[in-house]
């Protein structure tokens, strides 16, 4: 059975960094693609960043307005995902959620950036 | 990027009858290599998003067969037959072909 099982999340003040983790089982996580999305409260989906496996780059790609301050990693040793976050603004108050490219999906670990 | 618009934003329905959610594409999802690359994702209340729906009509594995998707290039449609009770949540479609992947905005499923 696959699951994916985000930690990190908290509240942090403007400005301030978190990285969030996500350890993976069930599946080959060393052949999959990797993903991050979040949710603000009471809003849509949001995707935040992409890994692709090693076997295909393993390369990144963020969506225009994250690139800069989130980057996403992986760990294929320990099935772990990683997603760090600086320069933390209000906006990315939100539930991140790890996926393995919009199939499999964790519960989430809540983000509050607050002061 | 590619814009997603869904329509209804919010469903009303009675339970036994059936649902329609409508998506609208910018851009054609269809890839070079035929795939429509367009899925649908439930989420009910409290929980994650969970696929139902990839390449336009493949439906995954223990999703109920009550839900269909279907579609063309850029106007897509995800039907439920016979709404249940278990159905209650939002319906995101999104648009898998291109990075950043988009969502649509949600349609809210609701029971009348």
């Known amino acids: 059975e696959v699951q994916l099982v985000e930690s990190g999340g908290g509240l942090v003040k403007p400005g301030g960094s978190l990285r969030l983790s996500c350890a993976a089982s069930g599946f080959t996580f060393s052949d999959t693609w990797m993903s991050w999305v979040r949710q603000a409260p009471g809003k849509g989906l949001e995707w935040v960043a992409r890994?692709?496996?090693?076997?295909?780059?393993?390369?990144?790609d963020y969506p225009a307005p994250l690139k800069g301050r989130f980057t996403i990693s992986r760990d294929d040793s320990e099935n772990t995902l990683y997603l760090q976050m600086n320069s933390l603004e209000t906006d990315d108050t939100a539930v991140y959620y790890c996926t393995t490219d919009h199939f499999h999906w964790g519960q989430g670990t809540l983000v509050t950036v607050s002061s | 990027d590619i814009v997603m618009t869904q329509t209804p934003l919010s469903s009303p329905v009675t339970l036994g009858q059936p649902a329609s959610i409508s998506c609208r594409s910018s851009?054609?999802?269809?890839?070079?290599?035929?795939?429509?690359?367009l899925s649908w994702l439930q989420q009910r209340p409290g929980q994650p998003p969970r696929l139902l729906i990839h390449q336009m009509s493949n439906r995954v594995s223990g999703v109920s067969d009550r839900f269909s998707g279907s579609g063309a290039g850029t106007e897509f449609t995800l039907k439920i037959s016979r709404v249940e009770a278990e159905d209650v949540g939002v319906y995101y479609c999104m648009q898998a072909i291109q990075f950043p992947y988009i969502f649509g905005q949600g349609t809210k499923l609701e029971i009348k």
């Open positions: 851009q054609s999802l269809i890839h070079s290599n035929g795939n429509t690359y």
């Open positions: 890994i692709k496996s090693k076997t295909n780059g393993g390369t990144t």
